[in-house]
Protein backbone atom coordinates (compact mmCIF):
# COMPACT_ATOMS: atom_id res chain seq x y z
CA UNK A 1 0.00 0.00 0.00
CA UNK A 2 1.38 3.26 -0.56
CA UNK A 3 0.80 6.14 1.34
CA UNK A 4 -1.88 8.33 -0.84
CA UNK A 5 -5.65 8.70 1.02
CA UNK A 6 -8.94 6.98 -0.41
CA UNK A 7 -10.93 9.69 -1.74
CA UNK A 8 -14.53 10.70 -0.96
CA UNK A 9 -16.34 11.99 -4.09
CA UNK A 10 -19.06 14.35 -3.23
CA UNK A 11 -22.51 13.54 -5.40
CA UNK A 12 -21.38 16.15 -8.27
CA UNK A 13 -18.09 14.19 -9.03
CA UNK A 14 -20.47 10.59 -8.45
CA UNK A 15 -22.93 11.98 -10.94
CA UNK A 16 -19.75 12.53 -13.55
CA UNK A 17 -18.79 8.89 -12.45
CA UNK A 18 -21.96 7.48 -13.06
CA UNK A 19 -22.17 9.22 -16.49
CA UNK A 20 -17.89 7.76 -17.32
CA UNK A 21 -19.31 4.16 -16.00
CA UNK A 22 -22.39 4.42 -18.47
CA UNK A 23 -20.41 5.48 -21.40
CA UNK A 24 -18.00 2.26 -20.26
CA UNK A 25 -21.20 -0.28 -20.05
CA UNK A 26 -22.65 0.95 -23.11
CA UNK A 27 -19.50 0.42 -25.37
CA UNK A 28 -19.34 -3.05 -23.62
CA UNK A 29 -22.53 -3.96 -24.73
CA UNK A 30 -21.66 -2.78 -28.11
CA UNK A 31 -19.18 -4.83 -28.40
CA UNK A 32 -20.91 -7.98 -27.30
CA UNK A 33 -22.87 -7.16 -30.00
CA UNK A 34 -20.45 -6.97 -32.61
CA UNK A 35 -18.11 -10.39 -31.46
CA UNK A 36 -18.21 -12.47 -34.22
CA UNK A 37 -15.38 -15.51 -35.40
CA UNK A 38 -13.32 -13.80 -37.98
CA UNK A 39 -12.80 -10.41 -36.32
CA UNK A 40 -9.28 -9.13 -34.83
CA UNK A 41 -8.65 -7.72 -31.40
CA UNK A 42 -8.01 -4.61 -33.52
CA UNK A 43 -11.42 -4.22 -34.94
CA UNK A 44 -12.80 -4.50 -31.52
CA UNK A 45 -10.38 -1.45 -29.93
CA UNK A 46 -11.55 0.57 -33.06
CA UNK A 47 -15.38 0.16 -32.40
CA UNK A 48 -14.79 0.95 -28.59
CA UNK A 49 -12.91 4.03 -28.58
CA UNK A 50 -15.10 5.56 -31.50
CA UNK A 51 -17.96 4.86 -29.23
CA UNK A 52 -16.57 6.87 -26.42
CA UNK A 53 -15.01 9.99 -28.22
CA UNK A 54 -18.56 10.23 -29.89
CA UNK A 55 -20.02 10.20 -25.95
CA UNK A 56 -17.68 13.12 -25.32
CA UNK A 57 -15.05 11.29 -23.32
CA UNK A 58 -11.76 9.91 -23.73
CA UNK A 59 -10.52 6.35 -23.40
CA UNK A 60 -8.94 5.94 -20.33
CA UNK A 61 -6.27 3.12 -21.13
CA UNK A 62 -4.54 4.56 -24.13
CA UNK A 63 -1.09 5.93 -23.11
CA UNK A 64 -2.03 5.39 -19.79
CA UNK A 65 1.52 3.93 -18.30
CA UNK A 66 2.38 3.61 -22.30
CA UNK A 67 -0.47 1.33 -23.26
CA UNK A 68 -0.90 1.82 -27.04
CA UNK A 69 -4.78 0.86 -27.71
CA UNK A 70 -8.10 2.11 -25.84
CA UNK A 71 -9.35 -1.74 -24.51
CA UNK A 72 -7.81 -4.57 -22.88
CA UNK A 73 -8.34 -7.89 -25.15
CA UNK A 74 -7.55 -11.10 -23.73
CA UNK A 75 -8.18 -14.37 -25.35
CA UNK A 76 -8.65 -18.03 -23.23
CA UNK A 77 -5.04 -18.25 -21.56
CA UNK A 78 -4.66 -14.28 -21.29
CA UNK A 79 -5.67 -13.29 -18.35
CA UNK A 80 -5.47 -9.38 -18.97
CA UNK A 81 -3.71 -7.02 -20.63
CA UNK A 82 -3.70 -8.06 -24.13
CA UNK A 83 -2.97 -5.81 -26.63
CA UNK A 84 -5.57 -5.52 -29.52
CA UNK A 85 -3.63 -6.34 -32.86
CA UNK A 86 -4.71 -6.76 -36.50
CA UNK A 87 -3.02 -10.17 -36.58
CA UNK A 88 -5.06 -11.54 -33.49
CA UNK A 89 -8.84 -13.12 -35.30
CA UNK A 90 -11.09 -14.49 -33.08
CA UNK A 91 -11.51 -18.35 -33.65
CA UNK A 92 -15.29 -19.92 -32.83
CA UNK A 93 -15.22 -21.19 -29.02
CA UNK A 94 -12.22 -18.25 -27.68
CA UNK A 95 -12.87 -16.80 -24.37
CA UNK A 96 -12.62 -13.53 -24.75
CA UNK A 97 -11.89 -11.10 -21.78
CA UNK A 98 -13.11 -6.95 -23.05
CA UNK A 99 -11.33 -4.72 -19.89
CA UNK A 100 -12.44 -1.05 -20.29
CA UNK A 101 -12.26 2.66 -19.11
CA UNK A 102 -13.55 5.96 -20.23
CA UNK A 103 -12.91 9.44 -18.79
CA UNK A 104 -15.84 12.07 -18.79
CA UNK A 105 -15.05 15.24 -17.64
CA UNK A 106 -11.93 14.15 -15.57
CA UNK A 107 -13.35 11.06 -13.75
CA UNK A 108 -12.88 7.71 -14.65
CA UNK A 109 -15.48 4.32 -15.32
CA UNK A 110 -14.02 0.68 -15.01
CA UNK A 111 -15.28 -2.95 -16.43
CA UNK A 112 -14.71 -5.52 -17.58
CA UNK A 113 -16.78 -8.47 -19.77
CA UNK A 114 -16.14 -11.91 -19.96
CA UNK A 115 -18.09 -13.03 -23.35
CA UNK A 116 -17.73 -16.29 -25.42
CA UNK A 117 -16.94 -16.28 -29.59
CA UNK A 118 -19.85 -18.16 -31.18
CA UNK A 119 -20.02 -21.62 -29.09
CA UNK A 120 -17.54 -22.35 -26.24
CA UNK A 121 -17.30 -25.10 -24.15
CA UNK A 122 -18.96 -26.32 -20.98
CA UNK A 123 -16.48 -25.75 -19.05
CA UNK A 124 -15.69 -22.37 -20.64
CA UNK A 125 -19.14 -21.33 -19.98
CA UNK A 126 -19.20 -22.35 -16.30
CA UNK A 127 -15.71 -20.52 -15.72
CA UNK A 128 -17.13 -17.65 -17.52
CA UNK A 129 -20.54 -17.69 -15.05
CA UNK A 130 -19.17 -18.39 -11.85
CA UNK A 131 -16.36 -15.36 -12.41
CA UNK A 132 -19.53 -12.90 -12.80
CA UNK A 133 -21.03 -14.58 -9.44
CA UNK A 134 -18.12 -14.36 -7.46
CA UNK A 135 -18.00 -10.45 -8.74
CA UNK A 136 -21.60 -10.10 -7.78
CA UNK A 137 -20.73 -12.09 -4.10
CA UNK A 138 -17.84 -9.51 -3.36
CA UNK A 139 -20.08 -6.22 -4.58
CA UNK A 140 -22.69 -7.57 -2.46
CA UNK A 141 -20.21 -6.97 0.75
CA UNK A 142 -19.97 -3.28 -0.25
CA UNK A 143 -21.17 -0.57 2.39
CA UNK A 144 -20.30 2.13 4.71
CA UNK A 145 -18.11 0.62 7.73
CA UNK A 146 -17.54 -2.58 5.79
CA UNK A 147 -13.89 -3.51 5.08
CA UNK A 148 -12.82 -4.43 2.26
CA UNK A 149 -11.37 -7.94 2.93
CA UNK A 150 -14.93 -8.73 3.18
CA UNK A 151 -15.06 -8.27 -0.77
CA UNK A 152 -11.85 -10.70 -1.13
CA UNK A 153 -13.27 -13.11 1.42
CA UNK A 154 -16.74 -13.69 -0.12
CA UNK A 155 -14.74 -14.01 -4.04
CA UNK A 156 -12.35 -15.78 -2.82
CA UNK A 157 -14.97 -19.10 -0.61
CA UNK A 158 -17.01 -18.49 -3.99
CA UNK A 159 -13.83 -19.03 -6.54
CA UNK A 160 -12.63 -22.08 -4.37
CA UNK A 161 -15.28 -24.21 -3.28
CA UNK A 162 -16.12 -24.47 -6.93
CA UNK A 163 -12.44 -25.30 -7.85
CA UNK A 164 -10.70 -22.09 -9.43
CA UNK A 165 -7.66 -20.07 -8.72
CA UNK A 166 -8.05 -16.58 -7.84
CA UNK A 167 -5.44 -14.38 -9.52
CA UNK A 168 -3.69 -12.70 -6.76
CA UNK A 169 -0.75 -10.82 -8.63
CA UNK A 170 -3.58 -8.65 -9.72
CA UNK A 171 -6.48 -6.80 -7.32
CA UNK A 172 -9.11 -4.13 -7.63
CA UNK A 173 -8.25 -0.48 -6.69
CA UNK A 174 -9.93 2.98 -5.95
CA UNK A 175 -11.20 5.02 -8.89
CA UNK A 176 -12.11 8.66 -9.50
CA UNK A 177 -9.61 11.12 -11.09
CA UNK A 178 -7.25 8.53 -11.25
CA UNK A 179 -7.95 5.35 -12.62
CA UNK A 180 -6.12 3.26 -9.95
CA UNK A 181 -6.39 5.18 -6.23
CA UNK A 182 -6.85 3.60 -3.25
CA UNK A 183 -7.12 1.49 -1.63
CA UNK A 184 -6.41 -1.50 -3.05
CA UNK A 185 -9.21 -4.08 -3.13
CA UNK A 186 -7.63 -7.99 -3.31
CA UNK A 187 -10.01 -10.87 -4.03
CA UNK A 188 -8.64 -13.16 -1.33
CA UNK A 189 -8.27 -12.50 2.03
CA UNK A 190 -4.48 -10.81 2.87
CA UNK A 191 -4.09 -11.62 6.54
CA UNK A 192 -3.72 -8.30 8.74
CA UNK A 193 -4.86 -5.94 5.78
CA UNK A 194 -8.00 -3.90 5.77
CA UNK A 195 -9.45 -0.88 4.53
CA UNK A 196 -12.78 0.29 5.85
CA UNK A 197 -14.86 1.88 3.08
CA UNK A 198 -17.28 4.86 4.06
CA UNK A 199 -19.43 7.14 1.77
CA UNK A 200 -18.12 8.54 -1.17
CA UNK A 201 -15.47 5.70 -1.94
CA UNK A 202 -15.82 4.38 -5.23
CA UNK A 203 -13.96 1.03 -6.05
CA UNK A 204 -13.35 -1.53 -8.85
CA UNK A 205 -14.01 -5.09 -8.15
CA UNK A 206 -12.67 -7.72 -10.59
CA UNK A 207 -12.21 -10.80 -9.65
CA UNK A 208 -9.71 -12.69 -12.50
CA UNK A 209 -10.13 -16.57 -11.95
CA UNK A 210 -8.27 -19.34 -13.78
CA UNK A 211 -9.37 -22.75 -14.36
CA UNK A 212 -6.48 -24.07 -12.66
CA UNK A 213 -3.03 -22.49 -11.34
CA UNK A 214 -3.73 -19.26 -9.83
CA UNK A 215 -0.18 -18.42 -10.94
CA UNK A 216 0.67 -15.57 -13.66
CA UNK A 217 3.12 -14.96 -16.00
CA UNK A 218 3.76 -12.03 -18.05
CA UNK A 219 4.35 -12.14 -21.96
CA UNK A 220 7.68 -10.49 -23.20
CA UNK A 221 5.04 -7.59 -24.99
CA UNK A 222 5.40 -6.40 -20.98
CA UNK A 223 1.71 -6.30 -20.97
CA UNK A 224 -0.16 -9.57 -21.49
CA UNK A 225 -0.55 -11.76 -18.40
CA UNK A 226 -1.14 -15.11 -18.67
CA UNK A 227 -2.26 -18.21 -16.88
CA UNK A 228 1.12 -20.13 -15.87
CA UNK A 229 -0.23 -23.45 -16.36
CA UNK A 230 -1.79 -22.60 -19.83
CA UNK A 231 -5.43 -22.67 -18.73
CA UNK A 232 -8.41 -20.79 -19.35
CA UNK A 233 -9.04 -17.52 -17.40
CA UNK A 234 -12.00 -15.09 -17.18
CA UNK A 235 -12.14 -11.68 -15.70
CA UNK A 236 -14.94 -9.37 -14.47
CA UNK A 237 -15.48 -5.93 -13.30
CA UNK A 238 -17.53 -3.31 -11.89
CA UNK A 239 -17.25 0.25 -10.92
CA UNK A 240 -19.09 0.23 -7.50
CA UNK A 241 -19.57 3.64 -5.33
CA UNK A 242 -20.26 2.94 -1.42
CA UNK A 243 -23.96 5.05 -0.53
CA UNK A 244 -25.49 5.59 2.64
CA UNK A 245 -27.62 2.27 1.68
CA UNK A 246 -24.59 0.39 0.68
CA UNK A 247 -23.69 0.42 -3.12
CA UNK A 248 -24.42 1.30 -6.41
CA UNK A 249 -22.97 -0.46 -9.48
CA UNK A 250 -21.52 2.92 -11.66
CA UNK A 251 -20.88 0.89 -14.86
CA UNK A 252 -24.46 -0.45 -15.56
CA UNK A 253 -25.40 -0.05 -18.66
Given at each position: ????I ?5 A????L????G??V?T ?8 V????T ?11 V???GA ?33 K ?30 A ?15 G ?8 G?S?I????Q ?9 V ?12 L ?10 I???E ?13 M ?23 L?A?F?H ?11 L???
Amino acid sequence: MSNRIAIRKDAFELDLMRKAGKIVATGLNLLRSRVRPGMTTLELDAIFEAHVRDAGAVPTFKGYRGFPASLCVSINEEIVHGIPSDKRVLKEGDLLKLDAGATYKGYVGDSAVTVGVGEISAKARKLLEATREALMKGIAEVGPGKGVSRIGRAVQRYAEERGYGVVEDYVGHGIGKDLHEEPQVPNYVIPGFEFVLQVGHCVAIEPMLNEGDKRTRRLDDDWTVVTRDGGLSAHFEHTVAVTPGGYEILTLP
